[in-house]
Protein backbone atom coordinates (compact mmCIF):
# COMPACT_ATOMS: atom_id res chain seq x y z
CA UNK A 1 0.00 0.00 0.00
CA UNK A 2 1.68 3.42 -1.35
CA UNK A 3 1.93 6.28 1.64
CA UNK A 4 1.18 9.22 -1.00
CA UNK A 5 -0.59 8.33 -4.46
CA UNK A 6 -0.95 10.35 -7.33
CA UNK A 7 -3.60 9.87 -9.50
CA UNK A 8 -3.64 10.83 -13.28
CA UNK A 9 -2.68 14.86 -12.02
CA UNK A 10 -3.26 17.51 -14.98
CA UNK A 11 -2.68 20.96 -14.10
CA UNK A 12 -2.11 24.20 -16.28
CA UNK A 13 -1.33 27.80 -15.24
CA UNK A 14 -3.42 29.50 -17.92
CA UNK A 15 -2.13 28.08 -21.44
CA UNK A 16 0.75 26.66 -19.87
CA UNK A 17 0.12 22.97 -19.61
CA UNK A 18 1.96 21.98 -16.48
CA UNK A 19 1.41 18.27 -15.93
CA UNK A 20 -0.60 16.00 -18.42
CA UNK A 21 -1.87 12.99 -16.12
CA UNK A 22 1.06 11.72 -13.89
CA UNK A 23 0.92 8.52 -12.27
CA UNK A 24 2.69 7.93 -8.86
CA UNK A 25 3.01 5.78 -6.24
CA UNK A 26 5.56 6.58 -3.32
CA UNK A 27 6.28 3.91 -0.37
CA UNK A 28 7.16 4.69 3.02
CA UNK A 29 10.43 4.67 4.11
CA UNK A 30 12.61 5.31 1.14
CA UNK A 31 14.28 8.43 -1.02
CA UNK A 32 12.53 8.96 -3.99
CA UNK A 33 14.27 11.57 -6.35
CA UNK A 34 12.19 13.41 -8.97
CA UNK A 35 14.32 14.87 -11.65
CA UNK A 36 13.72 17.13 -14.27
CA UNK A 37 14.19 19.94 -16.88
CA UNK A 38 13.57 23.29 -15.42
CA UNK A 39 10.04 24.18 -15.67
CA UNK A 40 8.93 21.07 -15.73
CA UNK A 41 7.07 21.02 -13.47
CA UNK A 42 8.74 19.30 -10.77
CA UNK A 43 8.01 21.38 -7.80
CA UNK A 44 4.66 21.41 -8.95
CA UNK A 45 4.25 18.16 -8.29
CA UNK A 46 5.65 18.58 -5.27
CA UNK A 47 2.93 21.11 -3.83
CA UNK A 48 0.29 19.15 -5.05
CA UNK A 49 1.44 16.16 -2.33
CA UNK A 50 0.97 18.79 0.31
CA UNK A 51 -2.69 20.54 -1.05
CA UNK A 52 -0.26 23.72 -1.74
CA UNK A 53 -1.76 23.68 -5.35
CA UNK A 54 -5.33 22.04 -6.16
CA UNK A 55 -5.10 19.86 -9.55
CA UNK A 56 -7.21 21.07 -12.07
CA UNK A 57 -7.99 17.20 -12.46
CA UNK A 58 -6.65 14.20 -11.08
CA UNK A 59 -6.32 13.13 -7.57
CA UNK A 60 -4.00 13.14 -4.26
CA UNK A 61 -4.21 10.42 -1.77
CA UNK A 62 -2.27 10.28 1.66
CA UNK A 63 -2.54 7.43 4.06
CA UNK A 64 -5.76 6.11 1.93
CA UNK A 65 -7.09 9.45 2.28
CA UNK A 66 -8.04 11.71 -0.63
CA UNK A 67 -6.75 15.03 0.42
CA UNK A 68 -6.79 17.10 -2.85
CA UNK A 69 -10.78 17.59 -1.91
CA UNK A 70 -10.04 18.67 1.44
CA UNK A 71 -10.58 22.51 2.83
CA UNK A 72 -7.39 24.80 4.10
CA UNK A 73 -8.74 23.67 8.03
CA UNK A 74 -8.30 20.33 7.27
CA UNK A 75 -5.22 20.45 5.71
CA UNK A 76 -4.06 22.31 8.43
CA UNK A 77 -3.79 19.00 10.76
CA UNK A 78 -2.65 16.37 7.64
CA UNK A 79 0.45 19.22 6.82
CA UNK A 80 1.46 19.20 9.98
CA UNK A 81 2.54 15.07 8.91
CA UNK A 82 4.85 16.80 6.22
CA UNK A 83 8.24 18.61 6.11
CA UNK A 84 8.97 20.93 3.32
CA UNK A 85 12.21 22.48 2.50
CA UNK A 86 11.94 25.15 0.17
CA UNK A 87 14.45 25.76 -2.85
CA UNK A 88 15.30 29.36 -0.77
CA UNK A 89 14.50 28.57 2.51
CA UNK A 90 11.49 30.46 2.93
CA UNK A 91 12.60 31.35 6.33
CA UNK A 92 10.89 34.32 8.14
CA UNK A 93 13.16 37.28 8.44
CA UNK A 94 11.64 39.12 11.24
CA UNK A 95 12.02 36.58 13.77
CA UNK A 96 15.80 34.84 14.65
CA UNK A 97 17.08 31.51 13.85
CA UNK A 98 15.60 29.55 17.12
CA UNK A 99 12.54 31.26 16.55
CA UNK A 100 12.09 30.36 13.09
CA UNK A 101 12.88 26.73 14.18
CA UNK A 102 10.37 26.40 17.26
CA UNK A 103 7.69 28.10 14.95
CA UNK A 104 5.57 24.80 14.24
CA UNK A 105 5.97 23.66 17.36
CA UNK A 106 4.56 26.72 19.27
CA UNK A 107 1.89 26.97 16.82
CA UNK A 108 0.83 23.23 17.39
CA UNK A 109 1.79 22.20 20.35
CA UNK A 110 1.06 22.65 24.39
CA UNK A 111 4.39 22.02 25.56
CA UNK A 112 6.20 25.34 27.82
CA UNK A 113 8.01 27.68 26.26
CA UNK A 114 11.85 25.98 27.73
CA UNK A 115 10.69 22.42 26.28
CA UNK A 116 10.17 23.88 22.58
CA UNK A 117 13.46 25.77 23.10
CA UNK A 118 15.02 22.13 23.78
CA UNK A 119 13.31 20.44 20.97
CA UNK A 120 14.49 23.45 18.55
CA UNK A 121 18.20 23.81 19.52
CA UNK A 122 18.06 19.63 19.35
CA UNK A 123 16.96 19.51 15.14
CA UNK A 124 19.27 22.67 15.03
CA UNK A 125 22.11 20.12 16.46
CA UNK A 126 20.92 17.87 14.66
CA UNK A 127 21.29 19.65 11.32
CA UNK A 128 24.40 20.46 12.47
CA UNK A 129 24.25 23.81 13.92
CA UNK A 130 23.90 24.33 17.13
CA UNK A 131 25.46 27.79 17.91
CA UNK A 132 23.55 30.24 15.82
CA UNK A 133 20.48 30.07 17.70
CA UNK A 134 20.30 33.51 18.42
CA UNK A 135 21.29 34.61 14.70
CA UNK A 136 18.98 36.71 11.87
CA UNK A 137 18.62 34.73 8.93
CA UNK A 138 20.06 37.59 7.13
CA UNK A 139 23.26 37.00 8.51
CA UNK A 140 23.47 33.54 7.15
CA UNK A 141 25.03 31.59 4.22
CA UNK A 142 23.38 29.69 1.53
CA UNK A 143 23.56 26.43 2.96
CA UNK A 144 23.19 27.33 6.63
CA UNK A 145 19.93 28.79 5.41
CA UNK A 146 18.80 25.50 4.00
CA UNK A 147 19.89 23.61 7.04
CA UNK A 148 18.21 25.89 9.26
CA UNK A 149 15.30 25.38 7.17
CA UNK A 150 15.73 21.76 7.27
CA UNK A 151 15.54 21.88 11.27
CA UNK A 152 12.19 24.25 11.11
CA UNK A 153 10.88 21.10 8.21
CA UNK A 154 11.52 18.11 11.41
CA UNK A 155 10.40 20.18 14.02
CA UNK A 156 7.21 18.43 14.22
CA UNK A 157 8.96 15.01 13.72
CA UNK A 158 7.27 14.47 10.10
CA UNK A 159 6.41 11.02 8.45
CA UNK A 160 7.65 12.95 5.10
CA UNK A 161 10.26 15.22 4.14
CA UNK A 162 9.69 17.17 1.32
CA UNK A 163 12.68 18.63 -0.66
CA UNK A 164 12.58 21.59 -3.12
CA UNK A 165 15.65 21.70 -5.02
CA UNK A 166 17.83 21.55 -2.10
CA UNK A 167 20.99 21.60 -3.69
CA UNK A 168 20.37 24.58 -5.94
CA UNK A 169 22.80 27.21 -5.57
CA UNK A 170 25.39 25.88 -3.30
CA UNK A 171 28.80 24.94 -4.31
CA UNK A 172 29.66 20.78 -4.98
CA UNK A 173 30.90 20.88 -1.01
CA UNK A 174 27.63 22.46 0.38
CA UNK A 175 25.65 20.25 -2.00
CA UNK A 176 27.47 17.13 -0.65
CA UNK A 177 27.02 18.09 3.07
CA UNK A 178 23.05 18.53 2.30
CA UNK A 179 22.96 15.34 0.49
CA UNK A 180 25.02 13.45 3.41
CA UNK A 181 21.99 15.37 5.72
CA UNK A 182 19.22 14.13 4.21
CA UNK A 183 20.25 10.88 4.31
CA UNK A 184 20.97 11.33 7.98
CA UNK A 185 18.04 12.08 8.22
CA UNK A 186 16.95 9.62 6.45
CA UNK A 187 18.48 6.85 8.82
CA UNK A 188 17.66 8.81 12.25
CA UNK A 189 14.29 9.72 11.48
CA UNK A 190 13.32 6.86 9.45
CA UNK A 191 10.86 9.65 7.17
CA UNK A 192 9.86 8.91 3.95
CA UNK A 193 11.65 11.37 1.49
CA UNK A 194 10.68 13.11 -1.82
CA UNK A 195 13.45 14.90 -3.28
CA UNK A 196 12.76 17.53 -6.37
CA UNK A 197 16.56 18.14 -8.26
CA UNK A 198 17.90 18.75 -11.60
CA UNK A 199 21.58 18.29 -9.40
CA UNK A 200 22.53 14.41 -11.22
CA UNK A 201 24.99 13.64 -8.54
CA UNK A 202 23.08 14.28 -5.63
CA UNK A 203 20.54 12.02 -6.94
CA UNK A 204 22.72 9.20 -7.90
CA UNK A 205 23.92 9.24 -4.13
CA UNK A 206 20.34 9.66 -2.29
CA UNK A 207 17.92 8.25 -4.26
CA UNK A 208 16.15 4.55 -4.01
CA UNK A 209 14.18 5.53 -6.71
CA UNK A 210 14.06 8.43 -9.11
CA UNK A 211 11.21 9.27 -11.42
CA UNK A 212 11.64 11.71 -14.48
CA UNK A 213 9.28 14.54 -15.50
CA UNK A 214 9.21 15.53 -18.97
CA UNK A 215 7.00 17.73 -21.13
CA UNK A 216 4.36 17.38 -18.11
CA UNK A 217 4.58 13.08 -17.68
CA UNK A 218 6.75 10.86 -15.92
CA UNK A 219 9.17 9.42 -18.60
CA UNK A 220 10.97 7.29 -16.55
CA UNK A 221 10.74 5.26 -13.13
CA UNK A 222 13.85 3.20 -11.92
CA UNK A 223 16.74 2.72 -9.36
CA UNK A 224 19.96 4.45 -10.02
CA UNK A 225 21.59 1.88 -11.41
CA UNK A 226 18.93 1.53 -14.19
CA UNK A 227 18.95 5.22 -15.21
CA UNK A 228 22.53 5.12 -15.68
CA UNK A 229 21.79 2.35 -18.29
CA UNK A 230 19.02 3.38 -19.97
CA UNK A 231 19.04 3.68 -23.08
CA UNK A 232 15.77 6.31 -23.76
CA UNK A 233 17.44 9.44 -25.82
CA UNK A 234 15.60 12.19 -23.42
CA UNK A 235 16.72 10.47 -20.12
CA UNK A 236 20.21 9.98 -21.47
CA UNK A 237 20.34 13.61 -22.43
CA UNK A 238 19.55 14.65 -19.51
CA UNK A 239 21.75 12.07 -16.68
CA UNK A 240 24.62 12.79 -18.99
CA UNK A 241 23.96 16.52 -19.00
CA UNK A 242 24.51 16.90 -22.81
CA UNK A 243 21.73 19.84 -24.29
CA UNK A 244 20.23 17.88 -27.64
CA UNK A 245 19.62 20.20 -31.18
CA UNK A 246 15.98 21.32 -30.27
CA UNK A 247 17.29 23.02 -26.92
CA UNK A 248 19.34 24.83 -28.46
CA UNK A 249 17.32 25.77 -31.82
CA UNK A 250 16.72 29.00 -30.13
CA UNK A 251 20.38 30.36 -29.89
CA UNK A 252 20.45 29.98 -33.90
CA UNK A 253 19.29 33.86 -33.88
CA UNK A 254 22.42 35.35 -35.48
CA UNK A 255 22.58 33.56 -38.82
CA UNK A 256 26.09 31.90 -38.55
CA UNK A 257 26.54 28.79 -38.22
CA UNK A 258 26.25 26.88 -34.65
CA UNK A 259 27.04 23.61 -33.61
CA UNK A 260 27.19 21.36 -30.65
CA UNK A 261 30.99 21.35 -29.17
CA UNK A 262 30.94 17.51 -29.00
CA UNK A 263 29.83 16.88 -32.47
CA UNK B 1 -25.21 49.71 -43.11
CA UNK B 2 -24.08 47.34 -40.29
CA UNK B 3 -20.77 48.16 -38.70
CA UNK B 4 -19.32 45.16 -37.28
CA UNK B 5 -17.10 45.16 -33.88
CA UNK B 6 -14.33 43.80 -33.94
CA UNK B 7 -14.03 40.23 -32.16
CA UNK B 8 -10.75 41.11 -30.17
CA UNK B 9 -12.39 43.93 -28.81
CA UNK B 10 -15.40 41.36 -27.40
CA UNK B 11 -12.93 39.22 -26.05
CA UNK B 12 -11.21 41.85 -24.17
CA UNK B 13 -13.99 43.47 -22.87
CA UNK B 14 -15.09 39.61 -21.96
CA UNK B 15 -12.10 39.18 -20.35
CA UNK B 16 -11.59 42.01 -18.05
CA UNK B 17 -14.95 41.63 -17.12
CA UNK B 18 -14.74 37.96 -15.54
CA UNK B 19 -10.87 39.04 -14.17
CA UNK B 20 -13.08 41.99 -12.68
CA UNK B 21 -15.60 39.81 -11.22
CA UNK B 22 -13.00 37.19 -10.46
CA UNK B 23 -11.00 39.54 -8.19
CA UNK B 24 -13.88 40.66 -6.97
CA UNK B 25 -15.16 36.91 -5.56
CA UNK B 26 -11.75 36.92 -4.45
CA UNK B 27 -11.07 39.79 -2.15
CA UNK B 28 -14.54 38.38 -0.86
CA UNK B 29 -13.72 35.18 0.50
CA UNK B 30 -10.52 36.50 1.63
CA UNK B 31 -12.55 39.07 3.80
CA UNK B 32 -15.22 36.38 5.17
CA UNK B 33 -12.30 34.16 6.34
CA UNK B 34 -10.63 36.68 7.82
CA UNK B 35 -14.05 38.11 9.53
CA UNK B 36 -14.27 34.46 10.44
CA UNK B 37 -10.95 34.34 12.04
CA UNK B 38 -11.51 37.43 14.29
CA UNK B 39 -14.90 35.33 15.64
CA UNK B 40 -13.32 32.26 16.45
CA UNK B 41 -9.60 33.32 17.29
CA UNK B 42 -9.49 37.12 18.01
CA UNK B 43 -10.24 36.68 20.86
CA UNK B 44 -7.32 34.56 22.15
CA UNK B 45 -3.97 35.28 23.91
CA UNK B 46 -1.95 33.94 20.44
CA UNK B 47 -4.08 37.03 18.75
CA UNK B 48 -3.10 39.03 21.09
CA UNK B 49 0.21 38.34 21.28
CA UNK B 50 0.91 39.02 17.66
CA UNK B 51 -1.83 42.10 18.08
CA UNK B 52 0.92 44.13 20.39
CA UNK B 53 3.31 44.55 18.26
CA UNK B 54 1.16 45.25 15.02
CA UNK B 55 -0.30 48.03 16.88
CA UNK B 56 3.14 49.58 17.86
CA UNK B 57 3.45 49.54 14.01
CA UNK B 58 0.36 50.73 13.21
CA UNK B 59 -0.25 53.35 16.06
CA UNK B 60 2.77 54.42 17.37
CA UNK B 61 4.69 55.21 14.79
CA UNK B 62 2.10 56.62 12.89
CA UNK B 63 1.64 59.32 15.37
CA UNK B 64 4.12 62.26 13.80
CA UNK B 65 2.55 62.11 10.51
CA UNK B 66 -1.24 62.09 12.10
CA UNK B 67 -0.14 64.60 14.41
CA UNK B 68 1.72 67.51 11.47
CA UNK B 69 -1.35 66.91 8.94
CA UNK B 70 -3.74 67.22 11.29
CA UNK B 71 -2.13 70.54 13.31
CA UNK B 72 -1.43 72.18 9.67
CA UNK B 73 -5.05 71.27 7.93
CA UNK B 74 -6.10 73.06 10.93
CA UNK B 75 -4.21 75.58 10.49
CA UNK B 76 -5.10 76.23 6.09
CA UNK B 77 -8.66 75.94 6.51
CA UNK B 78 -8.36 79.30 9.12
CA UNK B 79 -6.83 81.17 6.58
CA UNK B 80 -9.24 79.97 3.92
CA UNK B 81 -12.29 80.68 5.75
CA UNK B 82 -11.42 83.76 7.46
CA UNK B 83 -11.14 86.03 4.77
CA UNK B 84 -14.98 84.84 3.71
CA UNK B 85 -16.40 85.07 6.90
CA UNK B 86 -14.88 88.43 7.03
CA UNK B 87 -16.78 89.58 4.16
CA UNK B 88 -19.59 89.20 6.11
CA UNK B 89 -19.09 90.25 9.19
CA UNK B 90 -19.18 86.71 10.93
CA UNK B 91 -15.46 86.00 11.43
CA UNK B 92 -16.16 85.45 15.22
CA UNK B 93 -17.76 82.15 14.19
CA UNK B 94 -14.77 80.83 12.16
CA UNK B 95 -14.39 78.21 14.87
CA UNK B 96 -17.97 76.28 14.37
CA UNK B 97 -17.11 76.22 10.94
CA UNK B 98 -13.71 74.76 10.58
CA UNK B 99 -14.28 72.65 14.31
CA UNK B 100 -16.86 70.85 12.44
CA UNK B 101 -15.28 70.24 9.17
CA UNK B 102 -11.89 68.85 11.17
CA UNK B 103 -14.18 66.66 13.49
CA UNK B 104 -16.71 65.72 10.39
CA UNK B 105 -15.01 64.73 7.72
CA UNK B 106 -11.33 66.58 7.18
CA UNK B 107 -9.42 64.87 10.06
CA UNK B 108 -11.29 61.47 9.85
CA UNK B 109 -10.27 61.39 5.85
CA UNK B 110 -7.11 62.97 5.87
CA UNK B 111 -5.81 60.60 9.05
CA UNK B 112 -6.83 57.65 7.13
CA UNK B 113 -5.51 58.71 3.66
CA UNK B 114 -1.68 59.39 5.98
CA UNK B 115 -2.74 55.60 6.96
CA UNK B 116 -2.92 53.90 3.75
CA UNK B 117 0.17 55.47 2.42
CA UNK B 118 1.90 54.80 5.72
CA UNK B 119 0.44 51.62 7.03
CA UNK B 120 -0.90 50.32 3.82
CA UNK B 121 2.06 50.23 2.07
CA UNK B 122 4.17 48.24 4.12
CA UNK B 123 1.87 46.05 4.88
CA UNK B 124 1.72 45.28 1.51
CA UNK B 125 5.20 45.62 1.14
CA UNK B 126 5.43 43.35 4.32
CA UNK B 127 3.40 40.64 3.09
CA UNK B 128 4.05 41.06 -0.73
CA UNK B 129 7.82 40.15 -0.09
CA UNK B 130 6.63 36.86 2.84
CA UNK B 131 4.70 36.34 -0.29
CA UNK B 132 7.39 35.84 -3.60
CA UNK B 133 9.91 34.25 -0.65
CA UNK B 134 7.71 31.65 -0.36
CA UNK B 135 7.00 32.53 3.21
CA UNK B 136 3.48 32.50 3.10
CA UNK B 137 3.49 29.07 1.63
CA UNK B 138 6.06 28.01 4.56
CA UNK B 139 3.32 28.84 7.29
CA UNK B 140 0.60 26.97 5.08
CA UNK B 141 2.87 23.77 5.05
CA UNK B 142 3.46 24.11 9.15
CA UNK B 143 -0.35 23.93 8.90
CA UNK B 144 -0.70 27.53 10.27
CA UNK B 145 -3.10 29.45 7.76
CA UNK B 146 -1.95 32.91 7.01
CA UNK B 147 -4.78 34.88 7.21
CA UNK B 148 -5.23 33.49 11.11
CA UNK B 149 -1.74 34.37 11.57
CA UNK B 150 -0.81 37.49 9.65
CA UNK B 151 -4.08 39.28 8.46
CA UNK B 152 -5.97 39.07 11.70
CA UNK B 153 -3.96 40.98 14.10
CA UNK B 154 -3.11 43.89 11.20
CA UNK B 155 -6.52 44.08 10.48
CA UNK B 156 -7.35 44.33 14.52
CA UNK B 157 -4.61 46.98 14.80
CA UNK B 158 -6.12 49.18 11.75
CA UNK B 159 -9.27 48.70 12.92
CA UNK B 160 -8.31 49.79 16.60
CA UNK B 161 -5.40 52.28 16.01
CA UNK B 162 -7.03 54.61 13.20
CA UNK B 163 -10.16 55.61 15.56
CA UNK B 164 -7.60 56.41 17.98
CA UNK B 165 -5.40 58.26 15.80
CA UNK B 166 -8.42 59.67 13.85
CA UNK B 167 -9.28 61.42 17.51
CA UNK B 168 -5.52 62.69 18.03
CA UNK B 169 -5.84 64.68 13.90
CA UNK B 170 -8.97 66.00 15.01
CA UNK B 171 -7.38 67.17 18.45
CA UNK B 172 -4.38 68.78 16.48
CA UNK B 173 -6.49 70.33 14.01
CA UNK B 174 -8.58 72.07 16.88
CA UNK B 175 -5.73 73.25 18.05
CA UNK B 176 -4.04 74.43 14.84
CA UNK B 177 -6.86 76.22 14.04
CA UNK B 178 -7.48 77.59 16.97
CA UNK B 179 -3.87 79.00 17.23
CA UNK B 180 -3.73 80.29 13.77
CA UNK B 181 -7.66 82.14 14.32
CA UNK B 182 -6.99 83.60 17.61
CA UNK B 183 -3.31 84.52 17.80
CA UNK B 184 -2.80 85.92 13.95
CA UNK B 185 -5.74 86.47 12.87
CA UNK B 186 -7.20 88.36 15.75
CA UNK B 187 -10.35 86.28 16.07
CA UNK B 188 -11.42 87.11 19.66
CA UNK B 189 -10.93 83.98 22.17
CA UNK B 190 -14.10 84.07 23.94
CA UNK B 191 -16.27 84.39 21.14
CA UNK B 192 -14.04 81.51 19.19
CA UNK B 193 -14.48 78.85 21.54
CA UNK B 194 -18.09 79.89 22.48
CA UNK B 195 -19.20 79.09 18.79
CA UNK B 196 -16.87 76.41 18.44
CA UNK B 197 -18.80 75.06 21.36
CA UNK B 198 -22.31 75.92 19.47
CA UNK B 199 -21.21 74.23 16.39
CA UNK B 200 -19.67 70.88 17.36
CA UNK B 201 -22.12 68.67 18.84
CA UNK B 202 -21.39 64.69 20.30
CA UNK B 203 -22.94 63.39 17.11
CA UNK B 204 -20.68 64.87 14.43
CA UNK B 205 -17.55 63.89 16.75
CA UNK B 206 -18.93 60.38 16.87
CA UNK B 207 -19.77 60.29 13.19
CA UNK B 208 -15.97 60.58 12.70
CA UNK B 209 -14.55 58.49 14.82
CA UNK B 210 -17.50 55.57 14.12
CA UNK B 211 -16.63 55.88 10.11
CA UNK B 212 -12.74 55.79 10.97
CA UNK B 213 -13.52 52.01 12.42
CA UNK B 214 -14.59 51.54 8.63
CA UNK B 215 -11.69 53.61 7.21
CA UNK B 216 -9.62 51.30 9.15
CA UNK B 217 -11.20 47.85 8.25
CA UNK B 218 -10.63 49.35 4.55
CA UNK B 219 -7.17 50.12 4.34
CA UNK B 220 -6.39 46.95 6.88
CA UNK B 221 -8.32 44.78 4.55
CA UNK B 222 -7.04 45.99 0.86
CA UNK B 223 -3.36 46.20 1.77
CA UNK B 224 -2.94 42.53 3.36
CA UNK B 225 -4.99 41.23 0.20
CA UNK B 226 -2.83 43.13 -2.11
CA UNK B 227 0.04 41.58 -0.46
CA UNK B 228 -1.19 38.06 -0.54
CA UNK B 229 -1.90 38.43 -4.29
CA UNK B 230 1.11 40.76 -5.44
CA UNK B 231 3.31 39.23 -8.58
CA UNK B 232 6.78 37.74 -8.33
CA UNK B 233 9.61 39.76 -7.81
CA UNK B 234 10.19 43.10 -6.95
CA UNK B 235 8.65 44.82 -9.55
CA UNK B 236 5.51 42.49 -8.72
CA UNK B 237 5.84 43.52 -5.01
CA UNK B 238 6.04 47.63 -5.66
CA UNK B 239 2.70 47.45 -8.38
CA UNK B 240 0.97 45.54 -4.97
CA UNK B 241 2.06 48.74 -3.06
CA UNK B 242 1.07 50.85 -5.39
CA UNK B 243 -2.38 49.27 -6.09
CA UNK B 244 -2.78 49.44 -2.18
CA UNK B 245 -2.86 52.96 -1.78
CA UNK B 246 -4.75 53.29 -4.97
CA UNK B 247 -7.65 51.30 -3.97
CA UNK B 248 -7.38 52.27 0.02
CA UNK B 249 -7.82 55.98 -1.01
CA UNK B 250 -10.79 55.21 -3.15
CA UNK B 251 -12.17 53.06 -0.93
CA UNK B 252 -12.03 56.01 1.95
CA UNK B 253 -13.95 58.57 -0.22
CA UNK B 254 -16.19 56.15 -1.40
CA UNK B 255 -16.98 54.88 1.83
CA UNK B 256 -16.84 58.70 3.49
CA UNK B 257 -19.84 59.88 1.04
CA UNK B 258 -21.81 56.88 2.10
CA UNK B 259 -21.24 57.60 6.00
CA UNK B 260 -21.93 61.23 5.18
CA UNK B 261 -25.41 60.52 3.67
CA UNK B 262 -26.18 58.25 6.35
CA UNK B 263 -25.42 60.14 9.22
CA UNK B 264 -26.97 63.25 7.77
CA UNK B 265 -30.80 61.08 6.97
CA UNK B 266 -30.08 60.09 10.41
CA UNK B 267 -29.59 63.00 12.20
CA UNK B 268 -32.20 64.61 10.42
CA UNK B 269 -34.82 61.88 10.90
CA UNK B 270 -34.05 61.93 15.17
CA UNK B 271 -33.14 66.25 15.16
CA UNK B 272 -34.33 67.47 11.90
CA UNK B 273 -32.02 70.37 10.52
CA UNK B 274 -29.81 72.47 12.31
CA UNK B 275 -27.94 75.63 10.97
CA UNK B 276 -24.49 76.12 12.21
CA UNK B 277 -25.66 79.81 12.08
CA UNK B 278 -28.23 79.56 14.58
Given at each position: MPLIELRNLHKRFGRQIVLRGVNLQIEAGHVLVIIGASGSGKSVMLKHIVGLLKPDKGEVWFHDRR????SERELQSVRTRFGFLFQMG??????NVLENVAFPLVEHSNKSREEIEAIAMEKLRLVG????????????SGGQRKRVALARAIALSPEVILYDE?????DPIRSDVINELILKLQRELNVTSVVVTHDMNSAFKIADRIVMLHEGLLVFDGTVEQIKSCEDEVVKRFVTGEAGEADLA?????GREFRLTNQ | MIRTMPVGLVEQIGRNTNNALAALGDFSLFVARTFLFVVTDGWRWKTIRLLLPQAYEVGTRSVPVVAVTGAFIGMVLSIETITQLKTVEQENRIGSIINVSVVKQIGPVLAAVMLAGRVGGALTAELGTMNVTEQLDALRVMGTDPVRYLVVPRFLACIFLTPILTIYSDLLGVIGAWLVSTRFLGVPEGPYWAYSAQGIETWQIMEGIIKSIFFGAAIGLVACYKGFTCGAGASGVGRACTDSFVTSFIAIIVLNFFAARLAQDWYTMLYGTRSIFG
Open positions: IDTLALFDSILPDIGRKMPAELPTTGLELRTT | -
